[in-house]
């Protein structure tokens, strides 16, 4: 018998209405209750548990991000962990840290402007903070610069990017804001999760949010899982594939590998990113979100085993294991997350994020008087030693559906500057161009013409400077099937700026058909 995961929520009758106070352990959660009371304490200390989670999760992963593609890291493998870990990448790689100081972006405004605080406000503290940024994200910020605003800064036609992981990285706040209201976090991800994704990629930050909300009201991780996909359109690539996960799980208990190599047969294709389409490299959301899921099932409430399992799942594997710890850290609390992980999270607790003012211990405040005026404006009571909160069964958001038509074909190799590349053609519906701008200045931004056939599509400004650049330097979808003759037009040269272009990626309405001779 799998042993059963940590407790379950008590379901008392009084007056007609359910409160839910104690967690007998030994059972399992079999539906949401109308209400769950718990003590401001305990709150405190789940909001605590879920960033605590979060952070050490990430530092765990660190090492292996982006080193395992398409291949899991196998137990033979060691992966380190030594007193002061947690410090040393805070004061050597604070970088590590964006899927937290990204969140935390969105925690200040809130804190800053009110729960009702307007969507520009979250779009404009994101593309003018100082820290680096890549994939959809990247892409959302060039947008919003060049007044692209949310939700068009994360519609797929603008954003190459919008079916990677990205607001799935940041999406953590919305659940630790919103404890047994999985609805109210969905409508803040809805406002913040589109300046930079759409579709599968918005669907993980949803996934992850109502994961952690849930983790409030539930010890039973297979309730919380199952119960958070709800709010995902079954019809969605994503709501799949995460059923699937589930559905292997029941019938691999004992086996997480078979449940990944299940995962890589079916789910593993990247269509969208043009840096995961014909490599092993996969940021897509669908394949990390089931390895988020793969390490939270598997982990069967051990703090460890869940983190370990999805940080040797692979690809990004910094930000997954830091979704699950951090979600499993909710349900465990802070209190309850083993000392031999809190120690050396506790030397950096004072310590600022990188990019940011703000440490984990003012974020836990932050993050907990949020908490509490969102369980008051969704119908629930704050007492001075505990809260009611109204909770709420899981609903789907609206469903999106990204690169719609659209299918990888062939990958032409131009490695040409724009004066050179002349006529690039294509037969097909849609194509990206990779690569970058250099500049001796990077204040330089390059004016670049696209034709198609002969018309001019679009003018782009291209920055050379990091921060702001295009993560890709042109693309159109929706073009009419057939060939297509792209050139191109250097509007301002510069002797010291050159613009290259790398690759163009082509895609047609329909997948490749690869005949075996």
């Given at each position: 018998?799998?042993?059963?995961i940590?407790?379950?929520?008590?379901?008392?009758?009084?007056?007609?209405?359910?409160?839910?106070s104690?967690?007998?352990?030994?059972q399992?959660?079999?539906?949401l209750?109308e209400?769950?009371?718990?003590?401001?304490?305990?709150?405190?200390?789940k909001?605590?548990?879920?960033?605590?989670g979060?952070?050490?999760?990430?530092?765990?992963?660190?090492?292996?991000?982006f080193?395992?593609n398409g291949?899991?890291?196998?137990?033979?493998?060691?992966?380190?962990?030594?007193?002061g870990y947690i410090?040393?990448?805070?004061?050597n790689?604070?970088?590590?840290?964006?899927?937290?100081?990204m969140?935390?972006?969105?925690?200040?405004?809130?804190?800053?402007l009110?729960?009702?605080?307007?969507?520009d406000s979250?779009?404009?503290?994101?593309?003018?903070?100082g820290?680096?940024?890549?994939?959809a994200?990247?892409?959302a910020?060039y947008?919003?610069?060049?007044?692209i605003?949310?939700?068009a800064?994360?519609h797929?036609l603008?954003?190459?990017?919008?079916?990677?992981?990205?607001?799935q990285i940041?999406?953590?706040?919305?659940?630790l804001?919103s404890?047994?209201?999985?609805n109210?976090a969905?409508?803040?991800?809805?406002?913040?999760?589109?300046?930079?994704?759409?579709?599968?990629?918005?669907y993980g930050?949803?996934?992850?949010?109502a994961?952690?909300?849930?983790?409030f009201v539930?010890?039973?991780?297979e309730?919380?899982v199952?119960?958070a996909?709800?709010?995902i359109?079954?019809?969605s690539?994503?709501?799949?594939?995460?059923?699937?996960?589930?559905?292997?799980?029941?019938?691999?208990p004992?086996?997480?590998k078979r449940?990944?190599?299940?995962?890589?047969?079916k789910?593993?294709e990247?269509?969208?990113?043009p840096?995961?389409?014909f490599?092993?490299?996969?940021?897509?959301?669908?394949?990390?979100?089931?390895?988020?899921?793969?390490?939270?099932?598997?982990?069967?409430?051990?703090?460890f085993?869940?983190?370990?399992i999805?940080?040797?799942?692979?690809?990004?594997?910094?930000?997954?294991?830091?979704?699950?710890?951090?979600?499993?850290?909710t349900v465990?609390?802070?209190?309850?997350?083993?000392e031999y992980?809190?120690?050396?999270?506790?030397?950096?607790?004072?310590?600022?994020?990188?990019?940011t003012?703000?440490?984990?211990?003012?974020?836990?405040?932050?993050s907990?008087?949020?908490?509490?005026?969102?369980?008051?404006?969704?119908?629930?009571?704050?007492g001075?030693?505990?809260v009611?909160i109204a909770?709420?069964?899981p609903?789907p958001?609206?469903y999106?559906k990204?690169?719609?038509?659209?299918?990888?074909?062939?990958?032409?190799?131009?490695?040409?500057?724009?004066?050179d590349?002349?006529?690039?053609?294509?037969?097909?519906?849609?194509?990206?161009?990779?690569?970058y701008?250099?500049?001796a200045?990077?204040?330089?931004?390059?004016?670049v013409?696209?034709?198609?056939?002969?018309?001019?599509?679009e003018?782009?400004?291209?920055p050379?400077?990091s921060?702001?650049?295009?993560n890709d330097?042109?693309?159109?979808?929706q073009?009419?099937?057939?060939?297509h003759?792209?050139?191109?037009?250097?509007?301002?040269p510069?002797p010291d700026?050159?613009?290259?272009?790398?690759?163009?990626?082509?895609?047609?309405?329909a997948?490749l058909?690869?005949?075996?001779?």
């Amino acid at each position: 018998m799998k042993k059963a995961i940590l407790q379950m929520l008590a379901v008392v009758l009084i007056g007609g209405a359910i409160s839910c106070s104690q967690q007998p352990a030994g059972q399992k959660t079999a539906t949401l209750p109308e209400t769950f009371t718990i003590s401001r304490e305990r709150l405190l200390d789940k909001i605590k548990g879920g960033w605590a989670g979060q952070t050490i999760g990430c530092t765990y992963g660190g090492p292996t991000e982006f080193r395992y593609n398409g291949t899991m890291i196998q137990e033979y493998v060691p992966i380190p962990w030594t007193d002061g870990y947690i410090k040393w990448w805070y004061e050597n790689s604070p970088g590590l840290y964006d899927d937290v100081y990204m969140d935390l972006t969105f925690v200040d405004v809130f804190d800053r402007l009110g729960l009702d605080a307007p969507v520009d406000s979250f779009a404009m503290a994101f593309a003018t903070a100082g820290y680096p940024l890549w994939h959809a994200n990247q892409s959302a910020r060039y947008n919003i610069l060049q007044g692209i605003m949310p939700p068009a800064s994360g519609h797929w036609l603008n954003n190459p990017h919008a079916d990677d992981l990205d607001y799935q990285i940041e999406a953590d706040y919305s659940g630790l804001m919103s404890p047994g209201m999985p609805n109210a976090a969905s409508e803040i991800s809805d406002k913040i999760g589109h300046i930079m994704n759409y579709g599968d990629g918005w669907y993980g930050g949803v996934y992850v949010g109502a994961m952690y909300s849930l983790a409030f009201v539930s010890d039973d991780i297979e309730f919380i899982v199952t119960e958070a996909l709800k709010t995902i359109p079954e019809q969605s690539r994503y709501y799949q594939c995460m059923s699937d996960v589930i559905r292997w799980h029941a019938e691999f208990p004992d086996d997480w590998k078979r449940t990944w190599f299940e995962c890589e047969k079916k789910w593993s294709e990247d269509i969208g990113c043009p840096d995961g389409v014909f490599v092993p490299f996969n940021i897509d959301a669908v394949i990390n979100s089931a390895y988020i899921l793969i390490g939270l099932l598997y982990g069967e409430g051990d703090f460890f085993k869940t983190m370990d399992i999805a940080t040797r799942c692979g690809q990004d594997s910094d930000c997954n294991p830091a979704s699950a710890a951090g979600i499993l850290g909710t349900v465990l609390g802070y209190s309850r997350i083993p000392e031999y992980w809190l120690k050396n999270l506790k030397e950096v607790e004072d310590l600022n994020f990188a990019y940011t003012d703000i440490s984990l211990n003012r974020t836990y405040e932050m993050s907990f008087k949020q908490a509490l005026q969102m369980i008051e404006r969704n119908g629930g009571k704050v007492g001075e030693k505990e809260v009611t909160i109204a909770c709420q069964s899981p609903v789907p958001v609206r469903y999106e559906k990204a690169f719609e038509g659209l299918f990888p074909q062939n990958l032409i190799h131009v490695n040409r500057n724009v004066t050179d590349v002349g006529e690039v053609i294509l037969d097909g519906t849609g194509i990206v161009f990779k690569g970058y701008v250099r500049a001796a200045d990077e204040r330089y931004v390059a004016r670049v013409e696209m034709y198609m056939d002969g018309e001019c599509v679009e003018t782009a400004n291209l920055p050379a400077a990091s921060r702001t650049r295009r993560n890709d330097l042109f693309w159109k979808y929706q073009i009419p099937k057939g060939k297509h003759i792209f050139t191109f037009k250097w509007l301002n040269p510069a002797p010291d700026a050159s613009v290259h272009f790398n690759e163009a990626l082509v895609y047609s309405d329909a997948p490749l058909q690869v005949v075996h001779q």
